[in-house]
């Protein structure tokens, strides 16, 4: 065994880390128990809601004004839809059954809790046997049950889960169809599909990470040790996501999020290190000295790595938006702790195992070749690639252009009830409402606020604008409230439409731009439009403001960190540039599946009419980080054999042979953990898993297989140029000293 003497300090802080926790094992793992037990003590009280949007968009603003007018929030609705069966219409039997689901409605005893004096969940139920003719098909085929709670639209709405019952119990028992659409369904239709998207896509990417560990490692046990280690990051990143949730509201969705992205990165950093521990091991060090070595080179480029992502992942911090700081702040909080994780539980999980990380090997799996080897299916991709480097670059850049050409297409809103999948109740029940009933049950409000809304022009300009609106086909009937100041009116609206779609945003658009120009162009007032589809069209136009910004601030921060690790200006540029590169060609992709409906179909995926919102910035972020990690990888291996010989060609080659398999695995992974949350029902998470496997295929095939090597032959020595006058720039080398893997560790104990 190897065991030369060295200076300590030529591991860096991360070699000495990983020596540290190796050494004392038990005290590491006795550390991260307690992590994860008070991670346990904080489960099942995170503090999250259903809320995206800006609080300080017009439509927010009008929609607070009217709460605080009303003197309560808008309160939760639900709409229940009795059809009676195809043929002759049996007018007793309809009248039967809507008056029974009235009856049953009216007589729900639940209290809100913790209301004083105590307050029935249910408010008012009406039908057209109340007289509500609008509740009534002209036919007289299909009726409309309207139930108002006095729960508000903000709240938990799990107390009306009675009314959701009596639903239930009508349509199985009734004789006829007896569907609902609303606050209370369709929240716990989305809390269902979310928890299968949930269970579906870690199931798939646990065992599918499992499979893929153990061709690569050829062992079970060396295969399992990266899925532990990303189950205990994501366990103590929720800890820490719900204890800041406490202090400020998170989305509902945060913690999907947060697994996706905890399963990728941490199984990831876990593969390079093992893959490097185990490549010293072979190469003659003892235990402690591999477990340094792999903490001096693999997990400095994990740390580097990681906050690479970080700083693209910062990037949603800056949108004023919860969905977004919600999203950004479970993904960052997982990478850290995935990180952590992997320089401290990793090496000492490997002190403790030896060389028994590979118990129980496969055969014909996971043979281990020296990185020097070359030669094999990765020796000849380098040869042909750079053999022809100006034609691999031209035919790479061709395609992926390509593939982005779909996104000057790219209509982007928010998933409305429409985005429901087509065989769901709740979603043949809104189709129906919309299709039937003239009002249908989306609402909208145009706000106008003026010292005295009572005052003559104020009162000419509500009249306008309601003759406006009454001769525009696509609004139902119209209502109007004065708040108790006297500054405020409302005039409340239906709208034949869902929020999403194009009618209901060219409505908006009509009196945004048009009847509130004619009705209220000469009075002293101002006025607001609000509800559900012109916060989406406020959403859409911040997101459009500030993503090319955040881009912006992204880039030049990613470009500087690279600038400084490789003491190179080409190197980032070109890390730079190819990852928008797959990051733009994963937009095209999504826009061409599921907005124009290209072979959506063949993957069971649903085809809709707008990209959600936050998806384009989302998928930067996360795609612009772990393709990061891929580059970070491939080329730290590349600089640190290109400081050994000085041969770019060859070391071009060295670093693709020693990180092909790594590299290859952790990809095929990541598509793993995406493509099980892309499996799911909802349409976003669709959108977002396809996207983002995408472009973990893209970047671990085109783009390092070809664009890399071909790119690195072509400019050769100029790769590696650094300008003297940037030699003030701080040292941060994230390769690790080409003398580390020549030495041991002072002191350490010779054989495992």
Request: net charge negative; charged share 20%.
């Amino acid at each position: 065994m190897n065991s030369t003497p060295t200076n300590r300090r030529t591991l860096g802080l991360t070699g000495r880390l990983a020596g540290f926790t190796a050494r004392h094992a038990w005290l590491t793992m006795g550390a991260w128990v307690l992590v994860l037990a008070g991670a346990f003590m904080l489960s099942g009280q995170m503090n999250v809601s259903g809320e995206g949007g800006v609080a300080s968009t017009d439509a927010r603003r009008a929609s607070a004004l009217i709460e605080e007018a009303s003197g309560e929030d808008q309160r939760a609705l639900e709409y229940v839809l009795v059809e009676s069966d195809p043929g002759a219409v049996d007018e007793a039997l309809l009248a039967s059954v809507v008056d029974s689901i009235v009856a049953d409605m009216r007589s729900i005893d639940a209290v809100i809790p913790d209301s004083d004096p105590e307050t029935p969940v249910v408010g008012e139920v009406a039908s057209y046997l109340d007289g509500a003719d609008t509740l009534l098909t002209d036919d007289g085929r299909m009726a409309l049950i309207q139930v108002t709670t006095n729960l508000s639209q903000e709240d938990d709405l799990e107390p009306a889960d009675p009314i959701l019952d009596v639903v239930d119990e009508a349509n199985a028992n009734s004789g006829l169809r007896v569907t609902t659409i609303g606050n209370m369904s369709v929240e716990r239709l989305f809390g269902e599909m979310a928890d299968e998207t949930f269970q579906k896509g870690e199931m798939i990417g646990i065992i599918t990470a499992l499979v893929i560990m153990l061709a690569v490692f050829g062992a079970v046990v060396a295969a399992l040790i990266p899925i532990l280690v990303a189950i205990v990051a994501i366990f103590a990143a929720v800890g820490l996501i719900t204890a800041i949730s406490l202090a400020r509201e998170l989305n509902e969705f945060t913690v999907i999020v947060t697994t996706m992205v905890g399963l990728a990165v941490g199984i990831d950093y876990t593969l390079l290190i093992v893959q490097r521990f185990r490549e010293e091991r072979d190469r003659g060090f003892d235990r402690y000295d591999a477990i340094g070595i792999a903490g001096a080179t693999a997990s400095r480029t994990v740390l580097f790595s990681g906050v690479a992502v970080a700083i693209a992942l910062a990037g949603m911090l800056m949108m004023p938006d919860i969905l977004f700081k919600s999203f950004g702040i479970g993904t960052i909080v997982v990478v850290i702790t995935a990180v952590a994780a992997a320089l401290t539980l990793l090496p000492a999980l490997l002190g403790l195992l030896g060389d028994r990380v590979n118990w129980l090997p496969l055969p014909f799996f996971g043979r281990r070749k020296s990185p020097e080897s070359g030669g094999g299916f990765w020796g000849a991709i380098t040869g042909a690639v750079t053999a022809n480097p100006v034609i691999s670059v031209v035919v790479t850049a061709i395609i992926l252009l390509g593939l982005t050409a779909p996104v000057a297409t790219m209509e982007l809103g928010s998933g409305g009830i429409s985005m429901l999948p087509d065989d769901t109740d709740e979603r043949h029940a809104f189709d129906i409402v919309i299709d039937n009933f003239s009002d249908g049950i989306i609402t909208a409000d145009i706000v106008v606020l003026a010292p005295d809304v009572s005052a003559g022009p104020v009162q000419d300009g509500v009249t306008d604008m309601i003759a406006l609106l009454d001769s525009d086909d696509y609004f139902g009937t119209v209502d109007s409230m004065i708040g108790p100041n006297g500054d405020l009116l409302d005039l409340r609206f239906s709208v034949a439409g869902d929020i999403s779609s194009d009618e209901s945003i060219d409505a908006i658009k009509r009196i945004r731009d048009q009847y509130v120009p004619e009705a209220f162009g000469d009075v002293d007032a101002e006025v607001l439009v609000v509800g559900g589809t012109a916060e989406v069209m406020d959403s859409v136009d911040i997101v459009k403001r500030y993503v090319p910004l955040i881009m912006a601030a992204v880039l030049a921060a990613s470009f500087i960190l690279l600038l400084i690790a490789f003491r190179s200006i080409i190197v980032p540029l070109k890390a730079v540039v190819m990852n928008l590169l797959s990051v733009g060609a994963a937009y095209g992709t999504v826009v061409l599946v599921f907005q124009k409906g290209v072979g959506n179909a063949l993957f069971g995926f649903q085809e809709v009419p707008v990209i959600e919102s936050w998806i384009p910035l989302f998928l930067f972020a996360i795609l612009f980080g772990l393709s990061m990690d891929y580059h970070v990888f491939l080329l730290s291996r590349i600089k640190e054999r290109y400081d050994e010989t000085g041969d770019n060609s060859g070391s071009v080659a060295y670093g693709l042979h020693s990180t092909a398999s790594i590299i290859t695995g952790a990809a095929l992974i990541m598509v793993a953990v995406f493509g099980g949350f892309a499996l799911g029902p909802l349409s976003m998470f669709q959108q977002m898993g396809f996207g983002l496997a995408v472009a973990v295929i893209l970047d671990a095939t085109i783009i390092r297989m070809v664009l890399v090597p071909a790119s690195m032959e072509l400019l050769g020595e100029k790769n590696w140029y650094f300008p003297s006058w940037l030699e003030w720039l701080p040292r941060i080398s994230i390769e690790g000293d080409s003398e580390i893997a020549e030495t041991a560790v002072e002191g350490s104990p010779a054989g495992d």
